[in-house]
């Protein structure tokens, strides 16, 4: 059974027009995760909410921002994406965070984004 | 968090035990170490983690050595399904739980 779920597996958008990626998970989870890995590149987490809490790391552009309606859902939304912005966006949830165990994170499938 | 190092690619035949080395000669005593992996196109997973003690799954067993500084994350049987990227990463308790992915080490598993 589908834990962590993405939709799309797959998106094209144009130059400048805004798109959203969405999230949901089947395991009533505190926390969750964005990451945007890029081409032969790891992993790069972007920011996680931790309940309503949202936590944003120092380095993600503006551009990116998020939004998690409730516990099951969270979305990422990208204003105005460019040529640089195709990658595989990840979604991740842990039960918490900060506990040795319980911060075991649960990834999805990813969304590839690809831009034209 | 501590760094750490992984050889770039391994390989391994199928049947046999596949041995991916790490070192983290950084760690301090509150920082555990965790095993991801990545499949080609999925999501990463996860494996196994420890502090200093030896652990074991139904996935795999890490071997921490007494130092600490470094550790071996061991496939038993290696399967073409084990085909993939493996990450080693050092993560303090306690601390938002973010995962700082460094270049891992690319497992083939061959027939």
């Known amino acids: 059974d589908a834990m962590v779920i993405q939709n799309p597996r797959y998106q094209v958008t144009q130059f400048g027009k805004p798109v959203t990626l969405s999230c949901s998970q089947t395991?009533?989870?505190?926390?969750m995760y964005w990451y945007q890995q890029k081409s032969s590149q790891a992993p790069k987490l972007l920011f996680h909410?931790?309940?309503?809490?949202?936590?944003n790391e120092a380095d993600t552009p503006d551009n990116f921002q998020s939004r998690r309606p409730n516990t099951s859902f969270c979305f990422l939304d990208i204003r105005s994406p460019g040529l640089g912005d195709a990658a595989m966006y990840l979604c991740?949830?842990?039960?918490?965070?900060?506990?040795?165990?319980?911060?075991?994170?649960?990834f999805g499938p990813g969304t590839r984004l690809t831009v034209l | 968090d501590a760094k750490t190092t992984q050889p770039p690619s391994m390989d391994c035949a199928e049947g046999r035990a596949a041995n991916l080395p790490c070192n983290h000669s950084?760690?301090?005593?509150?920082?555990?170490v965790y095993w991801y992996r990545q499949i080609h196109s999925q999501g990463p997973q996860y494996i196994i983690h420890?502090?200093?003690n030896n652990e074991t799954n139904e996935m795999a067993s890490l071997i921490i050595t007494e130092d600490r500084k470094s550790s071996t994350l061991i496939l038993p049987h290696a399967t073409l399904r084990d085909t993939a990227v493996y990450y080693c990463?050092?993560?303090?308790?306690?601390?938002?739980?973010?995962?700082?992915f460094g270049t891992g080490t690319r497992l083939q598993v061959t027939l």
């Open positions: 991740a949830t842990s039960r918490e965070r900060g506990g040795v165990g319980t911060d075991t994170q649960y």
């Open positions: 395991l009533n989870h505190n926390v």
């Open positions: 909410y931790y309940d309503k809490d949202f936590n």
């Open positions: 950084t760690i301090s005593g509150n920082e555990y």
């Open positions: 420890g502090l200093k």
């Open positions: 990463i050092v993560i303090k308790a306690g601390t938002a739980s973010k995962l700082t």
